[in-house]
Nanobody, 117 residues
Framework: QVQLVESGGGLVEPGGSLRLSCTASGSNSSVAAMGWFRRCPGKQREFVATIATANIANYLDSVKGRFTISRDYAKNTAFLQMNSLKPEDTAEYYC???????????WGQGMQVTVSS
């Protein structure tokens, strides 16, 4: 069975850093894309970052220059390095992975990130 396991959430002060990781397992085909969505308190879920084949990356405008997404293809793992964190980054972060053969999308369990002084 396909499983995504997230780690790396926690509490940090404004200006601090965290690194989220997401590892996918249980599929016989390669992962086409991985990334994160987040849900901030009182707001709808929003896209944060994604990285696809050929290391094509896209970001939410408000995190550009602060967040960096990367992949370790051998370990089927994605990383989200979050620097210069702001209180408005406080949210539940959900990683996802997309397969093309067969087409499917799976989600991690979610990780809480809290930015507060």
């Amino acid at each position: 069975q396909v499983q995504l396991v997230e780690s790396g959430g926690g509490l940090v002060e404004p200006g601090g850093s965290l690194r989220l990781s997401c590892t996918a397992s249980g599929s016989n085909s390669s992962v086409a894309a991985m990334g994160w969505f987040r849900r901030c308190p009182g707001k709808q879920r929003e896209f944060v970052a994604t990285i696809a084949t050929a290391n094509i990356a896209n970001y939410l405008d408000s995190v550009k220059g602060r967040f960096t997404i990367s992949r370790d293809y051998a370990k089927n793992t994605a990383f989200l390095q979050m620097n210069s964190l702001k209180p408005e980054d406080t949210a539940e972060y959900y990683c996802y992975a997309v397969w093309l053969r067969p087409p499917s999308t799976h989600w991690g369990q979610g990780m809480q990130v809290t930015v507060s002084s």
